[in-house]
């Protein structure tokens, strides 16, 4: 197969298997190189996303995957050693560690994002199991269980210590390093949430989560620990060809995922972590169609007569 292509997409998630089917439907010819592991590996199932509920992320991505190699679609298992701007008529070189080079009109970042975890023992061994993050794709299945949140200094703890009570009445919110206000307290109380203070020390784990052991040797039961973890997008290559970013340091797009930089779009949670899986579904696509509607405009201009 030839090594040109109208569009390469970097990550094969969500977003970027949906932006492939999009764009192998419309006729385009597409490679997606998908190298690393997706962000929720660790989960067993995915929630929230109409007729997919309670399918494993692993089967959607190789029904996706199927699908789109069905329209012609090219799937690459390796990793981009990089990206440059090529000179001539086509507009992406993207190198890749295996020594293929690859050379493309359109360029579609969609690498994901990678979660920081706060340095507590358990936590990472638990992640995606019974340490989590969303309550929308996990709290049904915990649901009236003894839950605990880790207090911290991000803004969407308290945000999240007022909504996991819709999920269960047996709610804990573990203070660890976070400060309260009166204000804190009092909506707290008011949604019968349970503060406890002092540090962390570890979780205890005996085969499941089964609770948090303070610095003070205190030990309070838990079956489900959500935390907030620190959103880092994977954007080297955003970086490379010269994206711009904004100040906490996600790349600019526009609502179809067009970067700063010609020709180059991004799409899911590189540039947007707050979205699901059925979001970054959705961004794929409306990123696809606009990489579409680009070539083809492109293919349409006429070299304008100077004589």
Same mark, same amino acid.
Request: proline letters at 6%; aromatic letters at 4%; charged letters at 20%.
């Given at each position: 197969?030839?090594? *040109?292509?109208?569009?390469?997409?970097?990550?094969?998630?969500?977003?970027?298997?949906?932006?492939?089917?999009?764009?192998?439907?419309?006729?385009?010819?597409? %490679?997606? $190189?998908? /190298?690393?592991?997706? +962000?929720?590996?660790?989960?067993?199932?995915?929630?929230?996303?109409?007729? +997919? #509920?309670?399918?494993?992320?692993?089967?959607?991505?190789?029904?996706?995957? %199927?699908?789109?190699?069905?329209?012609?679609?090219?799937?690459?298992?390796?990793?981009?050693? /990089?990206?440059?701007?090529?000179?001539?008529?086509?507009?992406?070189?993207?190198?890749?560690?295996g /020594? +293929?080079?690859?050379?493309?009109?359109?360029? *579609?970042?969609?690498?994901?994002?990678?979660?920081?975890?706060?340095?507590?023992?358990? $936590?990472?061994?638990r992640?995606?199991?019974?340490?989590?993050?969303?309550?929308?794709?996990?709290?049904?299945? $915990? +649901?009236?269980?003894?839950?605990? *949140?880790?207090?911290?200094?991000?803004?969407?703890?308290?945000?999240?210590?007022?909504?996991?009570p819709?999920?269960?009445? #047996?709610?804990?919110? !573990?203070q660890?390093?976070?400060?309260?206000?009166?204000? #804190?307290?009092?909506?707290? =109380?008011?949604?019968?949430?349970?503060?406890?203070?002092?540090?962390?020390?570890?979780?205890?784990?005996?085969?499941?989560?089964?609770?948090?052991?303070?610095?003070?040797?205190? =030990?309070?039961?838990?079956?489900?620990? !959500?935390?907030?973890?620190? !959103?880092?997008?994977?954007? #080297?290559?955003?970086?490379?060809?010269?994206?711009? !970013?904004?100040?906490k /340091?996600?790349?600019?797009?526009?609502?179809?995922?067009?970067?700063?930089v010609?020709?180059?779009?991004?799409?899911?949670?590189v540039?947007?972590?707050?979205?699901?899986?059925?979001?970054?579904?959705?961004?794929?696509?409306? =990123?696809?169609?606009?990489?579409?509607?680009?070539?083809?405009?492109?293919?349409?201009?006429?070299?304008?007569?100077?004589?």
């Amino acid at each position: 197969m030839s090594d *040109l292509y109208d569009v390469v997409i970097v990550g094969g998630g969500t977003a970027g298997l949906s932006a492939a089917l999009v764009l192998t439907r419309s006729r385009r010819t597409v %490679a997606v $190189v998908r /190298g690393g592991a997706p +962000r929720n590996a660790p989960a067993e199932h995915m929630h929230g996303f109409l007729t +997919r #509920d309670g399918m494993s992320p692993g089967e959607l991505l190789d029904t996706g995957a %199927a699908e789109v190699a069905g329209y012609g679609g090219e799937l690459i298992d390796d990793l981009v050693a /990089g990206v440059e701007k090529a000179d001539g008529q086509h507009d992406f070189t993207v190198r890749l560690a295996g /020594g +293929r080079t690859l050379t493309a009109r359109r360029l *579609l970042i969609a690498t994901g994002l990678r979660d920081e975890l706060p340095d507590l023992p358990g $936590v990472r061994e638990r992640w995606g199991i019974d340490v989590l993050h969303c309550p929308y794709c996990h709290g049904y299945e $915990v +649901r009236d269980q003894p839950l605990g *949140l880790l207090g911290g200094t991000d803004p969407r703890v308290p945000h999240l210590a007022l909504i996991l009570p819709q999920w269960s009445a #047996d709610m804990t919110l !573990f203070q660890h390093t976070m400060e309260l206000s009166d204000t #804190d307290r009092a909506q707290l =109380a008011a949604r019968n949430v349970r503060v406890v203070e002092g540090e962390i020390a570890r979780l205890v784990i005996d085969g499941t989560l089964r609770g948090v052991e303070l610095v003070d040797g205190r =030990a309070v039961p838990c079956s489900a620990l !959500f935390i907030a973890p620190t !959103f880092v997008p994977n954007a #080297d290559l955003l970086h490379t060809v010269g994206c711009g !970013f904004d100040e906490k /340091g996600w790349p600019v797009v526009d609502p179809s995922g067009r970067t700063t930089v010609p020709g180059v779009w991004a799409a899911g949670n590189v540039s947007n972590p707050a979205a699901q899986v059925v979001g970054a579904a959705s961004a794929g696509y409306s =990123a696809a169609v606009a990489i579409n509607v680009d070539l083809a405009l492109a293919a349409a201009q006429v070299p304008v007569s100077t004589g």
